[in-house]
């Protein structure tokens, strides 16, 4: 099932049932729990994103190639680092270059997202994939002058500034997809590809992230996990490749559609 979270004519927030021809099929109850597709189709007036997260985890470093052309060796765990979810943005809203801390280095970065869909703690790599609720694309932006050099050796700062975390467009639901591991990923920057590699050349994969996130750590209903990025980050190329007031850049993913947001 593909779920898209929206706003109604009457500025009511609901979920839905995306359907092949693009109609939307209400659903009701809580997609975390009790819940059906209805036979009502919705009236949408804004796709939002898919789902308020209860937390952000996110991961560095996840790609071997990623890893590689900033000159890091594949980490003995996985990096670690958060985002504010207030940092969420809706699929077609825009991307804020920082203006009060101001940034000249914003990039971007495709990534594969997952949402935990119940209570996991302590969960075995095997059972991993049972407490998915499913997945959806993400955008990790990034101020990489904050993260480098004015975070205080942390990350968050350079990463967690509003709409920094672009969401959607749908939540596929995991019957959809199986195997998370084996999926096309790609990043288009104003009609450009990249980035363009598959899922499958993370270093941890979707079910060892949710084994090491869980161990001693309760990750509730509506946490999303960013899962990393392939290479082809701005900050790699030469020269550099950093978003301007004006861009317009495009997550795609396999099975689960376009993010598209501009830049402000």
Same mark, same amino acid.
């Given at each position: 099932?593909?779920?898209?979270?929206?706003?109604?004519?009457?500025?009511?927030?609901?979920?839905?049932?995306?359907?092949?021809?693009?109609?939307?099929?209400?659903?009701?109850?809580?997609? =975390?729990?009790?819940?059906?597709?209805?036979? $009502?189709? %919705?009236?949408?007036?804004?796709?939002? +994103? /898919?789902?308020? &997260?209860?937390?952000? =985890?996110?991961?560095?470093?996840?790609?071997? $190639?990623? %890893?590689?052309?900033?000159?890091?060796? +594949? /980490?003995?765990? &996985?990096?670690?680092?958060?985002?504010?979810?207030?940092?969420?943005?809706?699929?077609?809203?825009?991307?804020?270059?920082?203006?009060?801390?101001?940034?000249?280095?914003?990039?971007?970065?495709?990534?594969?997202?997952?949402?935990?869909?119940?209570?996991?703690?302590?969960?075995?790599?095997?059972?991993?994939?049972?407490?998915?609720?499913?997945?959806?694309?993400?955008?990790?932006?990034?101020?990489?002058?904050?993260?480098?050099?004015?975070?205080?050796?942390?990350?968050?700062?350079?990463?967690?500034?509003?709409?920094?975390?672009?969401?959607?467009?749908?939540?596929?639901?995991?019957?959809?997809?199986?195997?998370?591991?084996?999926?096309?990923?790609?990043?288009?920057?104003?009609?450009?590809?990249?980035?363009?590699?598959?899922?499958?050349?993370?270093?941890?994969?979707?079910?060892?992230?949710?084994?090491?996130?869980?161990?001693?750590?309760?990750?509730?209903?509506?946490?999303?996990?960013?899962?990393?990025?392939?290479?082809?980050?701005?900050?790699?190329?030469?020269?550099?490749?950093?978003?301007?007031?004006?861009?317009?850049?495009?997550?795609?993913?396999?099975?689960?559609?376009?993010?598209?947001?501009?830049?402000?």
């Amino acid at each position: 099932m593909k779920i898209i979270r929206f706003q109604n004519q009457a500025g009511e927030i609901h979920c839905g049932a995306q359907q092949a021809d693009g109609a939307v099929l209400c659903i009701e109850g809580d997609v =975390f729990g009790d819940h059906r597709v209805t036979g $009502r189709v %919705a009236e949408v007036k804004k796709i939002l +994103a /898919p789902i308020q &997260p209860t937390a952000i =985890f996110c991961i560095g470093l996840n790609y071997l $190639r990623h %890893a590689a052309e900033g000159g890091q060796v +594949a /980490p003995e765990h &996985p990096v670690l680092f958060m985002k504010n979810p207030a940092a969420v943005q809706n699929p077609g809203d825009p991307i804020l270059l920082p203006q009060k801390l101001k940034s000249n280095s914003v990039d971007y970065e495709c990534e594969l997202a997952v949402v935990i869909g119940k209570a996991a703690k302590d969960v075995s790599k095997a059972d991993a994939l049972d407490y998915v609720l499913g997945y959806t694309c993400a955008n990790d932006v990034s101020a990489r002058d904050w993260q480098k050099k004015g975070g205080g050796g942390q990350w968050c700062r350079g990463k967690t500034f509003d709409t920094f975390c672009p969401l959607g467009p749908v939540l596929v639901t995991t019957d959809e997809i199986t195997k998370p591991n084996d999926l096309g990923i790609k990043t288009i920057l104003n009609g450009e590809t990249v980035q363009d590699w598959n899922t499958n050349d993370m270093i941890f994969d979707v079910p060892t992230l949710i084994e090491f996130l869980s161990a001693d750590t309760t990750l509730l209903p509506g946490t999303v996990i960013l899962t990393g990025t392939p290479h082809g980050v701005g900050m790699a190329r030469t020269p550099q490749l950093f978003l301007k007031s004006g861009d317009r850049v495009t997550i795609e993913i396999e099975k689960i559609g376009s993010l598209s947001n501009p830049v402000l």
